[in-house]
């Protein structure tokens, strides 16, 4: 049997309150009674009993990081640029955009060298508190951002005589600094909820915060990742709803703007609810997936015939995935854009230097056509047919 040690045992316990945040227990009160205890490192554990939970974090996460850390900021550049900033539902996507990359980088920093490479960003003091907060602030905010150009075009194609007043740039600045002020304020609390304990040199939930953690992550989440989503479905299907009346009398232009604006934001929409729904389910039913009882296992033989245990790490492969196509979400959006709007389109081949790319091959072909044209087939006596330069 391999004896782990104490510091060993505090990554296990970790990743296990990452995972499970329902828990009926908190390492501060496991390690309260107890000191060096023989028990299965988390590399271990997952490496050993769900390696595709650790190999599709390691793999596929930075695959999202490179498409969104190129992707956000052009998306960034081109909505809030001179001529797009004109339209309110720029502001928001453009803002959008930047929420979505300071969520990747905070993603890295936090959870991906933390929980998946085992390089603790957050065991220090400040930053155990200062990181949970910033980690949360996008992940509540890009949904209400959602939420805010998916109402703004149900007033625009349902209501258009009032778009005139509700859907300009400068309310649309004000609900966008009301969303922010809103999702920093819920964002805070986790300050209050998370502590840096210099015996252990470790960052974890507070014990004594416990019942208020629970009962405030599962009101959180509720709101944000499950209301909110089923908000921005509803409204969508008002809106198809109603350009589906209007083009059923005559051309698909909406009332509420070009028809490809209409297809862009409902694209973005909906790719988000496909997104973070899923996600949601999979969150809402960890409290029903038992684990195994950490203080009675001793080595991985006893995890490998614990049938509680296989249940919980086939749950974390699954979640794994779920949580990988949610992650997608900040990074895809360059995609929808690219392929739905055409103004998005010219501007991101124009800042990338693809017209000038086209623009050159087709120089090349006119070039080459001009020169075969210099040349014409004759016969001379019957002998075949020569190529002969006029």
Not at 1 to 19: A, F, G, H, P, S
Not at 25 to 38: C, E
Not at 170 to 177: E, G, L, P
Request: proline share 4%; glycine share 4%.
């Amino acid at each position: 049997m391999v004896l782990y040690d104490r510091d060993q045992l505090l990554k296990l316990l970790k990743i296990m309150e990452n995972t499970t945040l329902f828990e009926n227990f908190t390492t501060h009160d496991f390690f309260s009674n107890q000191s060096g205890v023989a028990r299965p490192s988390t590399t271990d554990i997952l490496l050993r009993f769900e390696p595709y939970s650790v190999y599709i974090d390691r793999i596929v996460s930075p695959i999202w990081y490179i498409i969104g850390l190129f992707g956000n900021p052009i998306s960034a550049k081109v909505w809030l640029g001179r001529k797009s900033r004109k339209n309110s539902s720029a502001i928001y996507l453009g803002l959008l955009a930047i929420v979505h990359m300071f969520q990747l980088i905070i993603h890295f920093l936090f959870v991906e060298l933390t929980y998946t490479w085992d390089i603790p960003t957050n065991d220090k003091p400040v930053l155990c508190e200062t990181l949970n907060v910033l980690s949360i602030i996008p992940q509540y905010l890009a949904p209400l951002l959602v939420l805010g150009f998916t109402v703004e075009r149900y007033i625009a194609v349902c209501h258009p005589f009032k778009k005139e007043t509700f859907c300009t740039v400068h309310r649309a600045i004000i609900v966008i600094a009301c969303l922010t002020a809103l999702s920093v304020g819920f964002a805070c609390v986790q300050a209050d909820l998370w502590k840096y304990y210099p015996d252990y040199k470790k960052c974890f939930a507070k014990a004594e915060n416990q019942e208020f953690q629970t009962i405030w992550t599962a009101i959180t989440e509720i709101m944000f990742f499950l209301v909110v989503p089923l908000c921005v479905l509803m409204f969508n299907i008002l809106v198809i709803r109603e350009i589906k009346r209007i083009t059923s009398h005559g051309p698909a232009v909406t009332a509420g703007g070009s028809q490809t604006s209409t297809v862009t934001l409902l694209s973005v929409s909906f790719y988000f609810i496909c997104t973070l729904l899923p996600a949601s389910v999979v969150y809402a039913i960890q409290n029903e997936m038992p684990n195994g009882k950490l203080k009675n296992l001793q080595s991985l033989e006893l995890i490998a015939t614990d049938p509680v245990w296989l249940s919980f790490f086939t749950y974390i492969a699954i979640r794994k995935v779920v949580e990988e196509i949610c992650l997608s979400n900040s990074a895809c959006y360059f995609f929808i854009y690219y392929i739905t709007g055409k103004y998005y389109r010219q501007q991101v081949n124009s800042f990338l230097g693809i017209d000038k790319c086209c623009r050159r091959f087709s120089d090349k072909d006119s070039t080459l056509s001009s020169e075969k044209t210099k040349y014409s087939l004759v016969s001379t006596n019957g002998n075949g047919m020569h190529a002969t330069q006029i």
